[in-house]
């Protein structure tokens, strides 16, 4: 089992940037990734990355605003947001997904952190 700890939420202003942080130990699993849920609304896919070759994936709406990156040194994958409106206000949650691929549906995923809260002011 690997336990996931997501940091650096917190409340923004519109058409600021924050950057999340997951800190993983224990069990290592392949392959990362970054959701979140909104109030009253599905948890939904944001991006996913190889722990080895760093190959990732976004949604195509969010290319460009949203970055993940990953640094093994650390153990720490993040989530980097620009240009942020109140639409993205929610609770992030990274997960782990024992792979091989890049996974881009919650149910593929196992391992879940306890989720961050993000907050965006008009």
């Known amino acids: 089992q690997v336990q996931l700890v997501e940091s650096g939420g917190g409340l923004v202003q519109a058409g600021g940037s924050l950057r999340l942080s997951c800190a993983a130990s224990?069990?290592?699993?392949?392959?990362m990734g970054w959701f979140r849920q909104a109030p009253e609304k599905e948890r939904e896919f944001i991006a996913t990355?190889?722990?080895?070759?760093?190959?990732?994936y976004s949604t195509d709406s969010r290319m460009g605003r949203f970055t993940i990156s990953r640094d093994n040194s650390k153990n720490t994958v993040y989530l980097d947001m620009h240009s942020l409106s109140p639409e993205d206000t929610a609770v992030y949650y990274c997960?782990?997904?024992?792979?091989?691929?890049?996974?881009?549906?919650?149910?593929?995923?196992?391992?879940w952190g306890q989720g961050t809260q993000v907050t965006v002011s008009s």
């Open positions: 990355i190889n722990w080895s070759d760093g190959r990732k």
């Open positions: 224990g069990r290592t699993f392949p392959i």
């Open positions: 997960a782990a997904h024992s792979g091989p691929r890049l996974a881009t549906t919650d149910r593929e995923y196992t391992d």
